[in-house]
């Protein structure tokens, strides 16, 4: 069966970081690129960091710099490391395979406020 599990979330500081992760069933994970996306309220979903399955790494132009995407083939997992987060980096955060996405998860809800 096919399954992301996105966890991580919560609500930080400007300023604070998070990692998020999201663990892979049901695909063979290190032959597949992954992205993280993020949906805010009213806003449609953009991706915001992808990982091939050779490791290299793609960042949108609003988080490089403050994001890095990483992942561990061992464990079907990857993950998303955020610094010096903002109050518009607040959404819900999915990942998926990339470029051909998959059934979606849940996602886990990141909130940036003071």
């Known amino acids: 069966q096919v399954q992301l599990v996105e966890s991580g979330g919560g609500l930080v500081q400007p300023g604070g970081s998070l990692r998020l992760s999201c663990a892979a069933s049901g695909i063979i994970f290190s032959f597949n690129g992954m992205g993280w996306y993020r949906q805010a309220p009213g806003k449609l979903r953009e991706l915001v960091a992808r990982?091939?399955?050779?490791?290299?790494?793609n960042y949108a132009d609003s988080v490089q710099g403050r994001f890095t995407i990483s992942r561990d083939n061992a464990k079907s997992t990857v993950y998303l490391q955020m610094n010096s987060l903002k109050p518009e980096d607040t959404a819900v955060y999915y990942c998926?395979?990339?470029?051909?996405?998959?059934?979606w998860g849940q996602g886990t809800q990141v909130t940036v406020s003071s």
């Open positions: 990982i091939s399955s050779g490791g290299m790494t």
């Open positions: 998926n395979v990339y470029p051909n996405e998959i059934l």
